[in-house]
């Protein structure tokens, strides 16, 4: 039973616009939440995370919200570039699990120039 | 970027052979991971070390045995490689202190013939 869900497989977007990738939870002990961005033939690369005590964190183009009622968090992507395209995971986290990450299974976004 | 080495980076073996992954840390953290990733599955975690000498299992252990005799080295080996374990292989690490993502090093491609 995954815990942490992507239900979009991939995602096409316009170069310049915004670009919203979803990913729903059900465990409602998990307390800190991770984006991974990952290129063919290299490893994930982390690119922001938020804790439960916030329901916003913003790192230059990138946002993550987080709403905790619905057990929903969101990246979007603002303006979104060419280069973004890549395979987008969502994780998840709680104290006590030794720092295991849940994992989505990945979202392809593609930025279209 | 987190100082992390994969070796090799590429193998090819035969069926019934042993096979080790050797993943080299610089950074002195804590937490080691091993992670498969397939198609369809996303990233899942193999075995983890939380210390020298501490490891455990993960979702997708069996076939699988780790070792980590010293802090900057975690490996991983199959002990009979199946066709079924060729995949690519991903090392991550994280810090120990409060909420910290996984930096992952840039994966071994495994093929079992």
């Known amino acids: 039973d995954q815990q942490v869900k992507q239900n979009s497989p991939s995602l096409s977007v316009q170069e310049g616009r915004i670009s919203i990738l979803n990913c729903d939870y059900t465990n409602s002990m998990f307390d800190y939440f991770l984006w991974y961005k990952k290129y063919p033939a290299e490893g994930p690369t982390f690119l922001i995370s938020?804790?439960?005590i916030k329901d916003k964190n913003e790192d230059g183009r990138f946002t993550v919200f987080l709403n905790k009622s619905a057990k929903h968090l969101s990246l979007h992507i603002v303006p979104s570039q060419p280069g973004d395209s890549a395979v987008y995971f969502c994780a998840a986290d709680w104290a006590g699990n030794n720092r295991k990450l849940i994992w989505g299974l990945g979202t392809s976004l593609a930025v279209n120039p | 970027d987190a100082g992390i080495t994969q070796s090799p980076r590429h193998k090819v073996t035969e069926t019934g052979t042993p096979v080790t992954l050797r993943c080299h840390q610089t950074?002195?953290?804590?937490?080691m991971y091993w992670y498969r990733q397939d198609p369809g599955h996303g990233l899942r975690l193999i075995h983890y070390s939380y210390g020298v000498k501490d490891t455990d299992k993960g979702e997708v252990s069996d076939g699988y045995s780790v070792s980590r005799s010293k802090t900057e080295d975690f490996l991983l080996t199959l002990e009979s490689a199946t066709s079924s374990q060729t995949s690519v292989y991903f090392c991550?690490?994280?810090?120990?202190?409060?909420?910290?993502?996984?930096?992952f090093g840039d994966g071994t491609r495994l093929s079992i013939l």
């Open positions: 991550a690490i994280s810090a120990d202190s409060g909420n910290q993502p996984q930096h």
């Open positions: 950074e002195n953290h804590r937490y």
């Open positions: 938020i804790s439960s």
